[in-house]
């Protein structure tokens, strides 16, 4: 594939900010899924040796961006722990995330998950929270763009191949919760409330997709798609989409119990599989 033209006045752009050690392509356009319209996701990544200079960064990307004047970058932290921050761009047309990421925090995260210890954390943007593991998936799906001390080459050494004790810990953490939310969402029914039930259906399905992703020891780094993703995956659930989708429009409709009595034919499936791939943890 020839190379981006885009990627590459990007990379220059940001390679010479001081404190930047590292800039990877993330998200669809680094797992080859993209289309012509998906956004850029570019991650800069910085030691605490060493703090990212947002300043410069702020001028560089006002040097290339559209809009220079409406072209702003955030303090890290502004956006929490996880999404550590970073800035909206447009660039010849295109939507470019720039998103900050501490290399000192990611590989302490990477570690714990190759241990076996994963964590979910409230997170605006990520309905069901972000889970640790992401940024695994992250490390082991980025292309590096810039990695002169072979950084995110040392990060992907933990990343792959999956970890055994990360896709226990993933089965262990979510499959109980598939059947907890469903019974969470019939104790709403009678209460007669149905945003309740909406947020323990999602809840169900977004573990799901987590277990289906952790048998197939694959790293779900979106919760957005992934339902859709892990319908897909060698091990999955026969018409997982149809039946996500039915549990919707049942619930559409004000037919909570049978909404309900869908998700409890998935939850039955996983189940099914769990068992019969011998893989549960």
Same mark, same amino acid.
């Given at each position: 594939? &020839? %190379?981006? %033209?885009?990627?590459?006045?990007?990379?220059?752009?940001?390679?010479?900010? %001081?404190?930047?050690?590292?800039?990877?392509?993330?998200?669809?356009?680094?797992?080859?899924?993209?289309?012509? =319209?998906?956004?850029?996701?570019?991650?800069?990544?910085?030691? =605490? =040796?060493?703090?990212?200079?947002?300043?410069?960064?702020?001028?560089?990307?006002?040097?290339?961006?559209?809009?220079?004047?409406?072209?702003?970058?955030?303090?890290?932290?502004e956006w929490g722990p996880w999404i550590v921050g970073g800035a909206w761009l447009s660039v010849e047309g295109h939507k470019v995330d720039l998103l900050y990421r501490d290399a000192d925090a990611v590989k302490a995260a990477m570690d714990s998950c190759q241990a076996g210890i994963v964590t979910m954390d409230y997170q605006p943007g990520h309905p069901h929270g972000f889970c640790s593991a992401i940024w695994m998936g992250e490390i082991a799906y980025c292309q590096a763009l810039?990695?002169?001390?072979?950084?995110?080459?040392?990060?992907?050494?933990?990343?792959? *191949?999956? &970890? #055994? *004790?990360?896709?226990?810990?993933?089965? #262990? #953490?979510?499959?109980?919760?598939?059947?907890?939310?469903?019974?969470?969402?019939?104790?709403?029914?009678?209460?007669?409330?149905?945003?309740?039930?909406?947020?323990?259906?999602?809840?169900?399905?977004?573990?799901?997709?987590?277990?289906?992703?952790?048998?197939?020891? #694959?790293?779900?780094?979106?919760?957005?798609?992934?339902?859709?993703?892990?319908?897909?995956? &060698?091990?999955?659930? &026969?018409?997982?989409?149809?039946?996500?989708?039915?549990?919707?429009?049942?619930?559409?409709?004000?037919?909570?119990?049978?909404?309900?009595? =869908?998700?409890?034919?998935?939850?039955?499936?996983?189940?099914?599989?769990?068992?019969?791939?011998?893989?549960? %943890?």
């Open positions: 594939m &020839p %190379p981006d %033209p885009l990627l590459m006045r990007l990379t220059s752009a940001f390679a010479e900010v %001081p404190g930047i050690e590292a800039i990877v392509l993330g998200g669809s356009r680094a797992r080859g899924s993209a289309r012509p =319209a998906s956004d850029y996701d570019i991650g800069l990544y910085f030691t =605490a =040796a060493v703090p990212l200079d947002t300043d410069r960064l702020l001028a560089a990307a006002r040097a290339i961006a559209d809009n220079p004047a409406a072209t702003s970058v955030t303090p890290i932290g810039h990695d002169p001390r072979a950084l995110i080459a040392g990060l992907k050494s933990i990343a792959q *191949p999956y &970890p #055994r *004790p990360l896709r226990d810990a993933l089965i #262990r #953490r979510f499959q109980w919760e598939v059947l907890f939310s469903i019974e969470n969402a019939e104790l709403a029914i009678t209460r007669g409330e149905q945003a309740h039930v909406a947020g323990c259906i999602y809840r169900s399905l977004a573990c799901t997709a987590q277990v289906l992703f952790a048998l197939n020891e #694959r790293y779900l780094i979106n919760e957005k798609g992934g339902l859709q993703e892990a319908a897909h995956l &060698p091990l999955t659930i &026969p018409r997982l989409v149809e039946q996500a989708k039915r549990a919707w429009q049942l619930l559409g409709k004000g037919d909570l119990v049978s909404a309900c009595g =869908a998700l409890r034919e998935i939850d039955r499936k996983l189940l099914r599989l769990t068992q019969s791939s011998g893989k549960q %943890p």
